[in-house]
């Protein structure tokens, strides 16, 4: 058994599987390149292993094997023998096994231990930094034969959404990887630890990727914050930039700022779609408590055709694995970050806190059944002990 002392250290080996397995998942989330299946392989090893010695509390094991294994697999009947294809159905259940594997590898760690839910926000800022040096050279440079290969290679769905986007009167290089929004974790647990560089990075990799929703998590944390801790300058500082923005670049601040009201193109077919599972549910009611399956697709106005995903991802993980699925996952979630919030050390403070901006964030597009999500959420559970052991 893998042992640790009283700072939390973690063996070297533990510490390179686990920054592998994030930052692999992170990197090539849509897995064009493979890189976050062969991740899965070293983890999977080190926690095969150690089965034998792996200490399993049966509450919170139980449930974790309701959520992750016996209900998506109930989903995945469910969606076959409603027509779904087979590999769509399949691939909207398989984010569910990566967690469970890392949830048998952090069972053999002392419980409470903060430093893989660490590890995963370290391992976004290959991300931020990856924004940081494509963005001026997709805005400089974009022909140039080396910019433009790359641009073209990065194109591909699998890696994000890369090109131009228009902000008012600019036209700026849209450089959003898949993985973007979780740079929002990693912004809270940096800042609230004092992190500020780290911090920094993080924020600069949302701002130039032009993610409206991550962006403006952000900045209400660092509002918050600044409010609870009674420091005016942050937010004086913070003030005196988006006036100056605003007086430089009008039309794309309102560009910005149309992403959290309702004359936002996205806003309004987000609406759309909530207005089309509406109607879903109120034709089968069934759906809403025990979902349509994995890899059914259902017409939305939002989309004008059947879809499987959409971006506000709460209400389409309700669509496919039902209430049943998701008050069960939330109820686990909210007692999660209540036992980190609560828990009086600073550290897993910033880890609650980090928690409940990414549940936030996820629901702003497809990726909260997504296997980097169900990671960072076990690595958050693992950080909560001991107070998940049973008899407590």
């Known amino acids: 058994m893998f042992s640790e002392s009283a700072d939390f250290s973690l063996p070297s080996l533990v510490s390179a599987t686990l920054f592998f397995l994030f930052a692999a998942n992170t990197l090539d989330m849509g897995g064009t390149i493979g890189l976050k299946y062969a991740s899965y392989l070293p983890a999977a090893i080190l926690a095969g292993t150690g089965l034998g010695k792996v200490r399993l509390e049966l509450p919170v094991s139980n449930f974790l094997m309701f959520l992750f294994l016996a209900y998506p697999s109930l989903a995945l009947c469910t969606g076959l023998a409603a027509g779904a294809d ?25 419980p409470g231990n903060p430093i893989p839910y660490r590890i995963f926000c370290w391992s976004t800022l290959p991300l931020a930094v990856a924004v940081i040096v494509l963005f001026p050279l997709f805005l400089w ?15 591909s769905p699998g890696f994000g959404y890369f090109g ?41 990799g949302l701002v130039l990727s032009l993610s409206r929703a991550g962006t403006l998590l952000c900045i209400g944390l660092y509002v918050i914050e600044a409010l609870r801790s009674r420091k005016v300058l942050p937010i004086l500082v913070l003030a005196a930039g988006a006036a100056a923005l605003y007086c430089f670049l009008p039309d794309a601040t309102r560009e910005a700022l149309s992403g959290i009201t309702m004359e936002g193109e996205t806003t309004r077919v987000r609406l759309r779609h909530l207005d089309s599972l509406q109607t879903l549910f109120d034709r089968n009611p069934p759906a809403l408590l025990f979902g349509q399956g994995a890899g059914v697709e259902f017409f939305s106005t939002g989309a004008g055709a059947d879809v499987s995903n959409i971006e506000i991802d709460h209400f389409n993980a309700i669509r496919k694995f039902g209430l049943a699925w998701f008050l069960p996952f939330l109820f686990l979630f909210l007692r999660t970050t209540a036992n980190l919030i609560g828990g009086g050390s600073p550290e897993k403070r910033a880890i609650g806190i980090s928690l409940v901006l990414l549940f936030l964030a996820a629901g702003t597009n497809p990726v909260f059944v997504n296997p980097l999500f169900f990671l960072a959420f076990v690595a958050a559970l693992h950080a909560s002990g001991p107070a998940d052991e049973p008899n407590r």
């Open 86 to 110: 087979p590999m769509l159905a399949v691939s909207q259940v398989t984010p569910f096994l990566p967690p469970a594997i890392l949830f048998l590898l952090l069972r053999r760690l002392d």
């Open 141 to 155: 440079i974009p022909d140039r034969a080396p910019v433009a290969n790359l641009l073209e290679t990065l194109s």
């Open 164 to 204: 131009t986007r228009k902000a008012g009167d600019l036209d700026l290089p849209n450089t959003y990887f898949r993985a973007t929004l979780f740079l929002v974790p990693a912004f809270a647990y940096f800042h609230l630890t004092g992190r500020r560089f780290a911090a920094r990075v993080s924020f600069i």
